[in-house]
Nanobody
Framework: QVQLVESGGGLVQPGGSLRLSCAAS????????MGWYGQAPGKTRELVPV???????VYADSMESRFTISTDNAKTTVYLHMNVLKPKETAVYYC?????????WGQGTQVAVSS
């Protein structure tokens, strides 16, 4: 099993920044990819970016360069750096980890962009 714990969400004004963290524990030695998804109220969960074990990053087509994904050196924590946030990006952000053909999810962290 893989456990994922997200943190770093909160209320931010439009134009502000946040850094979300996702700490992985458990059987993490053979995780292939980790990524972030956002789920806005009333909408489906959508991919933000993914980072592979080898460090390759893939961003959703609609994603702008204001968001960046990174990991720590141990590759046990994944970060989502969000800059110049917009109200439409208000959502619960979930971290996921792919190991083989199994996807694990965290509990999510709420981001609210509002003045």
């Amino acid at each position: 099993q893989v456990q994922l714990v997200e943190s770093g969400g909160g209320l931010v004004q439009p134009g502000g920044s946040l850094r979300l963290s996702c700490a992985a524990s458990g059987s993490i030695f053979d995780i292939n990819d980790m990524g972030w998804y956002g789920q806005a109220p009333g909408k489906t969960r959508e991919l933000v970016p993914v980072i592979t074990r080898g460090g390759r990053t893939v961003y959703a087509d609609s994603m702008e360069s204001r968001f960046t994904i990174s990991t720590d050196n141990a590759k046990t924590t994944v970060y989502l750096h969000m800059n110049v946030l917009k109200p439409k990006e208000t959502a619960v952000y979930y971290c996921d980890a792919l190991r083989g053909d199994t996807t694990f999810w965290g509990q999510g962290t709420q981001v609210a962009v509002s003045s």
